[in-house]
């Protein structure tokens, strides 16, 4: 008995969304201009995605946290969009430190994030 392909290969529902999100500068408490972005990052190829609080299921790097009317949340980023790309750089197999010291290099963000369920915009 032959079965479905379809059956086997049920279609992964998202969509590959590009943000550019402009760091906003800010003081800390040090009186040092410091670049902000407004979100949090989790996963990696060398965390233990089924540890994660959020339940991810592989080991992409993934938004955890937004701050509300940041620069990332005005830009459309959201909490657990799953980040593919940053300025050019493959996210995919990207450890937790080095997604890090991606973000942090420049004041401009080109990410290429997948959103699960979002089909079409």
Known sequence: MQQNKQSLFPAFQ?????ITLQK??????DGQEV????????GGIDQDFTK??????????????VTPDS??????LR????????NGYDMTLCTHKKA?????????????VTRKGVTHM
Do not use: W
């Open 35 to 42: 670049a902000k972005c407004g979100f949090k990052i989790g």
């Open 71 to 76: 620069a990332a949340d005005r830009a459309g």
């Open 14 to 18: 998202c969509l590959s969304i590009p």
């Open 24 to 29: 906003e500068v800010a003081i800390d408490h």
């Open 100 to 112: 890090v010291q991606i973000i942090k290099k420049t004041n401009v963000l080109n990410l290429l």
């Open 52 to 65: 994660s609080p959020q339940g991810y299921s592989d080991y992409g790097i993934y938004v955890t946290d």
């Open 79 to 86: 909490m657990h969009d799953k980040i593919l790309q940053c």
